[in-house]
């Protein structure tokens, strides 16, 4: 939640670690909570429930042990962020008893923020009230009446395992991006591209332009800046030479440009900076046909596709018959013809699939809002099929 949040406001994202003192015999009921430097909240009802001085300092000293672990697991090399002067948001699912937010906020109101802000979607309103005097800012909302826990207001409420949060902070990694230019090289010719690559990357998103349009796309650009965002390297490339673009029959000749798109597949498993990420394609246009035959002729390579506008009409039938990774179809609602070709090219796969419509674009996605609709599409799909879920990126 916090790192959704991040990016919506395009904002620096980091963890916190807290904590629950769990009541004895009641582990799930939080008697207190502590924080990374050992201070510790303790509630008033603490000792009716048997949390006496002594069960609280051995509690305290288990708890801390875990943070210290997860603090060398999840974070090594990773320099926190700076919250000095700044407005800082520490979110949570929702608060019960309130114990591990009050500890986050008193950890957090030590590294000296300006403003200092407690974000959650439900709380009991017992909580809230001692919330409201500890940070300069509370945004709640709903405090319903019924509160018996923050869990009954999911419709989903697993835990958050340990593969998860390693990827939300790989995830987060904004700055530390890198811009390459690479060359591939085959038998015929060289293809120049632009590889970013964050420093903790969870995936490879190589793109495939459409007729008439190169690495330079800006709408490639636009959707592979947000992926890069998202903790994904992309791989932006031009299919054709200059020379070749020049001549219309090579924009639309899918099997030239799939040879290309699989040699770039196949750089990609061997160059040591992309060597065991999973490869997603990203297709536009007739690039939309040639990540199908890819797909199809790499079944174990390619983990997920995502097609732009794009003419998977053009791809062949045994492409239908024999891709195996899950494809998305973005079209614009407006670009009905369009439209109707990727319906129908959906019906035909047997992976699995969905088609994405952004209500009001045409084509190319120049309407306003139409290619962050897009990049949200693509970060959804790849975020779901293509990062591994059993392993931090």
Same mark, same amino acid.
């Given at each position: 939640?916090?790192?959704?949040?991040?990016?919506?406001?395009?904002?620096?994202?980091?963890?916190?670690?807290?904590?629950?003192?769990?009541?004895?015999?009641?582990?799930?009921?939080?008697?207190?909570?502590?924080?990374?430097?050992?201070?510790?909240?303790?509630?008033?009802?603490?000792?009716?429930?048997?949390?006496?001085?002594?069960?609280?300092?051995?509690?305290?000293?288990?708890?801390?042990?875990?943070?210290?672990?997860?603090?060398?697991?999840?974070?090594?090399?990773?320099?926190?962020?700076?919250?000095?002067?700044?407005?800082?948001?520490?979110?949570?699912?929702?608060?019960?008893?309130?114990?591990?937010?009050?500890?986050?906020?008193?950890?957090?109101?030590?590294?000296?923020?300006?403003?200092?802000?407690?974000?959650?979607? =439900?709380?009991?309103?017992?909580?809230?009230?001692?919330?409201?005097?500890?940070?300069?800012?509370?945004?709640?909302?709903?405090?319903?009446?019924?509160?018996?826990?923050?869990?009954?207001?999911?419709?989903?409420?697993?835990?958050?395992?340990?593969?998860?949060?390693?990827?939300?902070?790989?995830?987060?990694?904004?700055?530390? #991006?890198?811009?390459?230019?690479?060359?591939?090289?085959?038998?015929?010719?060289?293809?120049?591209?632009?590889?970013?690559?964050?420093?903790?990357?969870?995936?490879? =998103?190589?793109?495939?332009?459409?007729?008439?349009?190169?690495?330079?796309?800006?709408?490639?650009?636009?959707?592979?800046? #947000?992926?890069?965002?998202?903790?994904?390297?992309?791989?932006?490339?031009?299919?054709?030479?200059?020379?070749?673009?020049?001549?219309?029959?090579?924009?639309?000749?899918?099997?030239?440009?799939?040879?290309?798109?699989?040699?770039?597949?196949?750089?990609?498993?061997?160059?040591?900076?992309?060597?065991?990420?999973?490869?997603?394609?990203?297709?536009?246009?007739?690039?939309?046909?040639?990540?199908?035959? =890819?797909?199809?002729?790499?079944?174990?390579?390619?983990?997920?596709?995502?097609?732009?506008?794009?003419?998977?009409?053009?791809?062949?039938?045994?492409?239908?018959?024999?891709?195996?990774?899950?494809?998305?179809?973005?079209?614009?609602?407006?670009?009905?013809?369009?439209?109707?070709?990727?319906?129908?090219?959906?019906?035909?796969?047997?992976?699995?699939?969905?088609?994405?419509?952004?209500?009001?674009?045409?084509?190319?996605?120049?309407?306003?809002?139409?290619?962050? #609709?897009?990049?949200?599409?693509?970060?959804?799909?790849?975020?779901?099929?293509?990062?591994?879920?059993?392993?931090?990126?």
């Amino acid at each position: 939640m916090g790192l959704e949040l991040a990016r919506l406001l395009d904002a620096d994202f980091d963890i916190v670690l807290v904590r629950k003192l769990g009541a004895p015999g009641q582990p799930e009921l939080a008697v207190g909570a502590v924080d990374e430097t050992g201070w510790r909240y303790v509630a008033e009802y603490a000792e009716r429930l048997g949390a006496d001085r002594e069960w609280l300092d051995a509690a305290a000293r288990h708890e801390l042990d875990t943070i210290r672990e997860r603090r060398k697991r999840w974070t090594p090399g990773r320099p926190r962020v700076d919250v000095a002067g700044r407005t800082a948001i520490v979110v949570d699912d929702g608060l019960a008893t309130g114990a591990t937010m009050i500890a986050a906020l008193h950890a957090v109101r030590r590294r000296g923020p300006a403003h200092l802000v407690c974000a959650v979607p =439900v709380a009991a309103a017992e909580s809230l009230e001692k919330i409201r005097g500890i940070a300069d800012e509370v945004v709640c909302l709903a405090a319903p009446r019924d509160f018996a826990a923050v869990g009954q207001f999911y419709r989903r409420f697993d835990q958050v395992e340990d593969a998860e949060v390693a990827r939300c902070l790989a995830g987060a990694a904004r700055s530390d #991006a890198k811009v390459e230019p690479v060359s591939i090289e085959l038998a015929e010719t060289t293809l120049q591209g632009d590889l970013s690559r964050p420093e903790y990357p969870r995936g490879l =998103v190589v793109f495939a332009h459409g007729s008439g349009s190169s690495r330079r796309s800006p709408r490639n650009r636009q959707v592979a800046a #947000a992926l890069v965002a998202d903790g994904f390297a992309t791989l932006l490339l031009d299919l054709l030479t200059p020379a070749e673009d020049t001549a219309i029959e090579n924009r639309f000749d899918i099997g030239l440009l799939s040879s290309r798109l699989a040699a770039a597949v196949d750089w990609a498993a061997s160059d040591p900076r992309t060597a065991g990420l999973p490869i997603g394609l990203f297709g536009a246009s007739t690039g939309a046909a040639s990540a199908l035959e =890819v797909a199809a002729s790499l079944p174990q390579g390619i983990s997920a596709v995502v097609s732009r506008g794009g003419r998977p009409d053009l791809a062949s039938v045994s492409a239908f018959q024999h891709v195996k990774a899950p494809v998305l179809f973005i079209v614009g609602g407006d670009d009905r013809e369009v439209l109707a070709l990727n319906r129908a090219a959906a019906s035909r796969i047997t992976a699995p699939h969905e088609v994405a419509v952004v209500a009001g674009a045409g084509h190319l996605f120049e309407e306003p809002g139409a290619l962050e #609709a897009v990049a949200r599409h693509a970060q959804g799909w790849f975020r779901r099929w293509l990062a591994d879920p059993r392993a931090p990126a």
